[in-house]
């Protein structure tokens, strides 16, 4: 793609490319941790072994409650109910929610990036392998849920809150009319997907551009969807000891990191359309 004024559809990944996950989770998952740890007096590395092995089997590091289905916690109050249970952990579960108040921030540019964009008309969609509550959540958080014209999630967990009648009470405070929801095995890299975005918003793929941190995701499925790719630098920027913490919790299975390693082959000579150093640098291409 040559002429930037072909782009009219900019199809964005969020987790380290709008906003920080890594530096924003681990100190908050971390910090629900150490409080968990001290009302249960619990052995630290065990815990952590019982989270990662809930992730594993639910396939997500950022599964909601997690902590109420580890072993420690389910023996520890057998006849309780998970509602019961939760505020049992009420303390754990607010060190994350505080944590995360501090630490989930836009990268700097969004907001003015996204505004210049849909002063030109150009559409703006959001395409993330988080789920749908977890999605939503941050994103009204971060007040930017109306940044989006569409959003583009994986499917809702079967319910795991302490009180499902309120999740569902919540979720329905949202207009879900712009939300599709993806099967898990319609993770990144499908080009399919990323040509099914473009189809639903009548943009053609040689007018879309996708930006996103991940060569082996993002960019590998952009270019075999003959999307011009952008590939977000500066959302890999992550400190060793916060990715070591991070990998230690991680729901990756030997079958999770088999994948991995072939994608990271497969696109070991791919190379982005373009590499920007700040979302800026994106918008002021595409504009």
């Not at 002429?3 to 681990?26: A, G, H, M, P, R």
């Not at 629900?32 to 952590?48: P, T």
């Amino acid at each position: 793609m040559t002429q930037k004024s072909k782009i009219q559809l900019l199809v964005c990944d969020l987790d380290n490319t709008i906003y920080d996950w890594i530096s924003y989770f681990v100190p908050a998952f971390y910090a629900m941790i150490d409080k968990a740890v001290s009302i249960l007096e619990c052995d630290r590395e065990l815990l952590l072994d019982q989270m990662r092995d809930v992730h594993v089997k639910n396939h997500d590091s950022e599964h909601p409650f997690a902590l109420l289905d580890t072993d420690i916690v389910k023996n520890r109050f057998p006849k309780q109910s998970r509602e019961e249970i939760a505020e049992k952990l009420d303390e754990a579960l607010y060190q994350f929610n505080s944590v995360r108040k501090q630490k989930l921030k836009l990268y700097d540019g969004i907001k003015s990036g996204i505004e210049n964009l849909k002063e030109q008309n150009i559409k703006i969609v959001a395409h993330t392998e988080s789920k749908l509550f977890t999605t939503i959540d941050r994103l009204h958080k971060l007040e930017s849920f109306d940044y989006f014209d569409h959003i583009y999630c994986r499917e809702r967990p079967d319910s795991n809150h302490p009180d499902p009648k309120a999740a569902e009470y919540w979720l329905g405070k949202f207009d879900l009319s712009n939300i599709t929801e993806l099967a898990f095995k319609d993770r990144k890299p499908a080009p399919h997907i990323l040509n099914q975005i473009c189809l639903q918003q009548g943009i053609l793929p040689e007018q879309t551009a996708y930006i996103g941190d991940s060569i082996a995701k993002d960019i590998l499925m952009a270019q075999r969807a003959n999307v011009f790719a952008i590939w977000a630098k500066y959302g890999t920027q992550v400190p060793p000891e916060m990715y070591a913490k991070l990998v230690r919790i991680s729901h990756w299975s030997k079958q999770d990191i088999a994948r991995e390693m072939k994608l990271k082959e497969d696109a070991k000579n791919i190379s982005p359309d373009l590499t920007v150093n700040s979302f800026s640098e994106a918008i002021q291409y595409i504009l």
